[in-house]
Nanobody
Framework: QVQLVESGGGLVQAGGSLRLSCEAS????????MGWFRQAPGKEREFVAS????????YYADSVKGRFTISRDNAKNTVYLQMNSLKPEDTAVYYC?????????????????WGQGTQVTVSS
């Protein structure tokens, strides 16, 4: 079955950087879209960024554009989220997700598979 395993979360000061990784296994992801979402306490899960496995087309939420970069390594079946210039409002549990089609997909309902999440905490 499909497994998504996130890593790389932690505690960082405002202005710092973190890189999250999501290792995918269980099938060939050629025509999938991979996404990162986040959920802060008491808030709904929100879209952060996505990338199509074929072609590498990326899409970002306005709140992270210019600060975060999503990328993938096909050979390692791994998707990354490089987060720079972090702010306290970026604090959340970050989830990796996979959707079974290619497109600009920003709703959690469009994604079929989810990882367990990794905590990112940004102190002021």
């Amino acid at each position: 079955q499909v497994q998504l395993v996130e890593s790389g979360g932690g505690l960082v000061q405002a202005g710092g950087s973190l890189r999250l990784s999501c290792e995918a296994s269980g099938r060939t992801f050629t025509y999938y879209t991979m996404g990162w979402f986040r959920q802060a306490p008491g808030k709904e899960r929100e879209f952060v960024a996505s990338i199509s496995w074929v072609g590498g087309v990326t899409y970002y939420a306005d709140s992270v554009k210019g600060r975060f970069t999503i990328s993938r390594d096909n050979a390692k079946n791994t998707v990354y989220l490089q987060m720079n210039s972090l702010k306290p409002e970026d604090t959340a549990v970050y989830y990796c997700a996979a959707a079974r089609r290619v497109g600009v997909l920003s709703s959690p309902n469009e994604y079929t598979y989810w990882g367990q999440g990794t905590q990112v905490t940004v102190s002021s």
